[in-house]
């Protein structure tokens, strides 16, 4: 009954923790908080794309993979990110690390019971050290450029596809196969409201496998050494620093 009990409460923890509740007043939910499995079989889906091409080319890419050392608590977390598969996603992590974004910030949300869920990170906000701890979640990050908060559509690649679908989740393209970056323990995923395009500079750690959020929100990276400090992660932990130690010649602006 315990694991059962489990079982029925993790989703529900997609509602309060994935979620950055800094777009208008949308609902912090995914559109489909609790996904169903998606079938093993691979099929080569036509790629599904709604945000406009002019979006897209506006944001930084990663044109393949760079190597983020991230310290928390005085000890390295090495995160592999993979513009192969998430080219815009990825890019935007990796043009955030660069500026300095993380650097400072806290872990707003760090989720253990009644299972290992996740640590979610990166709200700009959380470096005034004024701004209200409760209130942290609601921010992203301001492009000095436009002045205005920077949004990137939700990326996703299925299995077998050549080209991510971008500003939906796999149910809602009708695509019935699985992502080719899942969920496993130790997957970087991006936090985002219930808009599929409201994710900004929000992360969160996958602290153990999370198979019902495949298909819904973006991972592009996993943690390749270091998992014993995300593990001992708590909350308002801050993120010492965050360096772009390889592959920085693949991020495009």
Known sequence: MKITIQRWLLPLLVIAVIA????????????????????????????????SNSQLANLPRLEGKATVVMVVKGSPITIEVDGTNA?????????????????????????????????????????????PVARLG????????????????????????????????????????????????GAIAMARANPPDSASSQFYFALSDLPFLDGSYAVFGYVTQGMEIVDKIEQNDRIDSAKVTQGLENLKS
């Open 87 to 131: 080219p815009i996603t990825a890019g935007n992590f990796v043009d955030l690390v660069k500026r300095g974004v993380y650097d400072g910030l806290k872990f707003h949300r760090v989720i253990r019971e009644p299972q290992p869920f996740v640590a979610q990170g990166g709200d700009p906000q959380g470096k005034d050290p004024k701004f």
């Open 20 to 51: 950055i509740a800094g777009c208008d007043n949308s609902s912090a939910t995914s559109s489909s908080s609790t996904p169903s499995p998606v079938a093993s079989e691979s099929v080569s889906p036509s790629p599904v794309t709604q945000a």
């Open 138 to 185: 609601t921010g992203g990050f301001i492009d000095p450029v436009t002045s205005k908060e920077r949004y990137i559509p939700l990326e996703i690649k299925p299995k077998s596809a050549k080209e991510p679908i971008y500003s939906m989740t796999l149910e809602q393209a009708g695509v019935n196969v699985q992502p080719v970056l899942k969920h496993t323990r």
